[in-house]
């Protein structure tokens, strides 16, 4: 690739670093190499650990000050190379170069943000109950911390930890997902130009996934993990970093229900269903998986949702006007392939699509009347699928959309102010769309509830993740 930023290389201690063995990263769109990385040992994290640690002495110790300008220069780098930026991301994870434009100027918010908001790490003076004694608080960044993140939003993910964390006075290692590592990479790149001092950010690519992430969560240097990825994998490294008491934060997966009351703007619903649904093809963990259309619309609801659909394009995120791209590999188009096709077993309808086109490229696809016991009812479907079904009143719909152990998103459709009130209060999820199908942005607070995680990203409450409140206690 002709870029200055495309870099087939792991970076630690300030340096870019090779290794004999090597791994491909695949082209989603091509099914070619777009290059290789290092595949990176136990050894080589350790080494990555020890930097870290190393520079968080010095680091620890700058002004809120040099941190935040340090985080701007970043911010403003980041939009220099956006371009570029944004084909890597086309490139690696297959999302149209329209959605990755939008992704780097979304990623890049969390640097502008926190380059910001890392200047009102205020404490407290506390009112002492007794005289003889002066107490406050101060906040301080809680030291090294580990990130893994997922392949989905291979730069976003990213900035959403490293930008509070940078800002705090930690520094960091960091594991992209071995699909997507070329942004990590790029984004290192441009921290090293900012000047950013060596061993403060490290990354380690690696297939090792299970290797790296135990080291991460259990070494002892390391004070906290944040996770962004798969429940699964979000329990096992909870599990790891309790021998060693780390603090974690975890973004983790969901099964986000949309629900369109018979009082909803159907054409507004419409339009929000497409951009919580198709983003990613659908891979997003905040992508709707379960409609649910209160009975008197349901039809008019399913045809209009069926016209916009058979509207989006499919192919190489590359080429112009493409809104839907491929799958991220045969694990997920068989894992879309098997929803579709258990769905339509237990009774459902395909009312648009509904069959894999060629490589990893799956037709935007609409199922009406899906069964509650189907698969897709259950389970994140990350694809391009839309699953109908019909409900009858305020009460089963709630139901019905809280019916699950994961609560990340929910978004809903009413134009009735006090169901909005009344809903919004009783979903269980850590974040609801109220006519509208996106949520995520820089200054509001992005996590689930239940099984979909702990803590959250973004705004203040994510700086507080890598923050302690140490207490002062003055005798006088
Ligand atoms: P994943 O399989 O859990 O992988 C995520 C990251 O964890 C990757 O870097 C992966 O490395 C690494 N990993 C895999 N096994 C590991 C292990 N045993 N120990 C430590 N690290 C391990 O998830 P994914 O398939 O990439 O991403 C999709 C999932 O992420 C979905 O469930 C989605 O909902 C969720 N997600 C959540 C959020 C959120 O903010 N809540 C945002 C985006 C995505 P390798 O790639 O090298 O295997």
């Given at each position: 690739?002709?870029?200055?930023?495309?870099i087939?290389?792991?970076?630690?201690?300030?340096?870019?670093?090779?290794?004999?063995k090597?791994?491909?990263?695949?082209?989603?769109?091509?099914?070619?190499?777009?290059g290789?990385?290092?595949?990176?040992?136990?050894?080589?994290?350790?080494?990555?650990?020890?930097a870290?640690?190393?520079?968080?002495?010095?680091?620890?110790?700058?002004?809120?000050?040099e941190?935040t300008?340090?985080?701007?220069?970043?911010?403003?780098?980041?939009?220099?190379?956006?371009?570029?930026?944004?084909?890597?991301?086309?490139?690696?994870?297959?999302?149209?170069?329209?959605?990755?434009?939008?992704?780097?100027?979304?990623?890049?918010?969390?640097?502008?943000?926190?380059a910001?908001?890392?200047?009102?790490?205020?404490?407290?003076?506390?009112?002492?109950?007794?005289?003889?004694?002066?107490?406050?608080?101060i906040?301080?960044?809680?030291?090294?911390v580990?990130?893994?993140?997922?392949?989905?939003?291979?730069?976003a993910?990213?900035?959403?930890?490293?930008a509070?964390?940078?800002?705090?006075?930690?520094?960091?290692?960091?594991?992209?997902?071995?699909?997507?590592?070329?942004?990590?990479?790029?984004?290192?790149?441009?921290?090293?130009?900012?000047?950013?001092?060596?061993?403060?950010?490290?990354?380690i690519?690696s297939t090792?996934?299970?290797?790296?992430?135990?080291?991460?969560?259990?070494?002892?240097?390391?004070?906290k993990?944040?996770?962004t990825?798969?429940?699964?994998?979000?329990?096992?490294?909870?599990?790891?970093?309790?021998?060693?008491?780390?603090r974690?934060?975890?973004?983790?997966?969901?099964?986000?229900?949309?629900?369109?009351?018979?009082?909803?703007?159907i054409?507004?619903?419409?339009?929000?269903?497409?951009?919580?649904?198709?983003?990613?093809?659908g891979?997003?963990?905040?992508?709707?998986?379960?409609?649910y259309?209160?009975?008197?619309?349901?039809?008019?609801?399913?045809?209009?949702?069926s016209?916009?659909?058979?509207?989006?394009?499919?192919g190489?995120?590359?080429?112009?006007?493409?809104?839907?791209?491929?799958?991220?590999?045969?694990k997920?188009?068989?894992?879309?392939?098997?929803?579709?096709?258990?769905?339509?077993?237990?009774?459902?309808?395909?009312?648009?699509?509904?069959?894999?086109?060629?490589?990893?490229?799956?037709?935007?696809?609409?199922?009406?009347d899906?069964?509650?016991?189907?698969?897709?009812?259950?389970?994140?479907?990350?694809?391009?699928?839309?699953?109908?079904?019909?409900?009858?009143?305020?009460?089963?719909?709630?139901?019905?959309?809280?019916?699950?152990?994961?609560?990340?998103?929910?978004?809903?459709?009413?134009?009735?102010?006090y169901?909005?009130q009344?809903?919004?209060?009783?979903i269980?999820?850590?974040?609801?769309?109220?006519n509208?199908?996106?949520v995520?942005?820089?200054s509001?607070?992005?996590?689930?509830?239940?099984?979909?995680?702990?803590?959250?990203?973004?705004?203040?409450?994510?700086?507080?993740?890598?923050?302690?409140?140490?207490?002062?206690?003055?005798?006088?």
């Amino acid at each position: 690739m002709n870029s200055t930023l495309f870099i087939e290389k792991a970076y630690i201690d300030g340096k870019f670093v090779h290794s004999e063995k090597t791994f491909p990263v695949i082209n989603p769109a091509t099914l070619l190499p777009l290059g290789h990385v290092p595949d990176l040992t136990v050894k080589d994290c350790q080494t990555a650990i020890n930097a870290a640690e190393n520079a968080w002495k010095q680091w620890q110790k700058t002004t809120i000050g040099e941190r935040t300008t340090l985080v701007r220069k970043i911010f403003e780098l980041i939009n220099e190379y956006k371009t570029e930026l944004a084909e890597i991301m086309t490139k690696e994870c297959g999302k149209p170069l329209t959605e990755s434009l939008v992704e780097v100027d979304y990623a890049n918010s969390y640097m502008e943000w926190y380059a910001e908001e890392g200047k009102r790490t205020y404490g407290e003076t506390i009112p002492a109950l007794k005289e003889g004694t002066r107490l406050l608080t101060i906040k301080q960044g809680v030291g090294v911390v580990a990130a893994i993140t997922p392949w989905n939003f291979p730069l976003a993910m990213i900035t959403r930890k490293i930008a509070p964390a940078l800002v705090a006075g930690c520094t960091v290692i960091l594991k992209p997902a071995s699909q997507t590592p070329f942004s990590a990479i790029a984004l290192a790149r441009l921290t090293e130009i900012a000047g950013l001092p060596k061993g403060v950010l490290n990354i380690i690519t690696s297939t090792d996934s299970n290797g790296i992430g135990n080291e991460l969560a259990s070494n002892p240097a390391i004070r906290k993990i944040s996770f962004t990825g798969s429940t699964k994998v979000g329990s096992i490294l909870m599990q790891q970093a309790a021998g060693t008491i780390k603090r974690v934060s975890m973004e983790l997966g969901g099964n986000a229900p949309f629900i369109v009351f018979d009082d909803a703007d159907i054409d507004e619903a419409v339009k929000g269903a497409i951009a919580g649904k198709f983003r990613n093809a659908g891979q997003t963990c905040v992508a709707v998986n379960r409609f649910y259309v209160q009975r008197s619309i349901y039809q008019e609801f399913a045809q209009k949702l069926s016209a916009e659909v058979s509207k989006l394009r499919v192919g190489n995120g590359m080429e112009n006007n493409i809104q839907v791209g491929p799958l991220i590999n045969v694990k997920g188009l068989d894992k879309v392939k098997q929803h579709v096709a258990d769905a339509v077993e237990k009774g459902a309808k395909i009312a648009f699509g509904g069959n894999p086109i060629k490589d990893l490229f799956f037709e935007p696809t609409i199922l009406t009347d899906v069964s509650h016991d189907a698969l897709i009812a259950k389970e994140e479907t990350f694809g391009p699928v839309c699953a109908l079904f019909p409900f009858e009143t305020e009460e089963e719909a709630i139901r019905l959309a809280n019916d699950t152990p994961f609560g990340l998103a929910a978004y809903f459709y009413s134009t009735n102010i006090y169901r909005c009130q009344r809903v919004s209060e009783q979903i269980e999820s850590g974040m609801v769309g109220i006519n509208t199908g996106m949520v995520s942005n820089a200054s509001a607070p992005f996590g689930g509830v239940k099984q979909s995680g702990l803590g959250r990203e973004g705004s203040s409450h994510g700086l507080s993740e890598y923050l302690e409140v140490k207490y002062l206690c003055f005798g006088t």
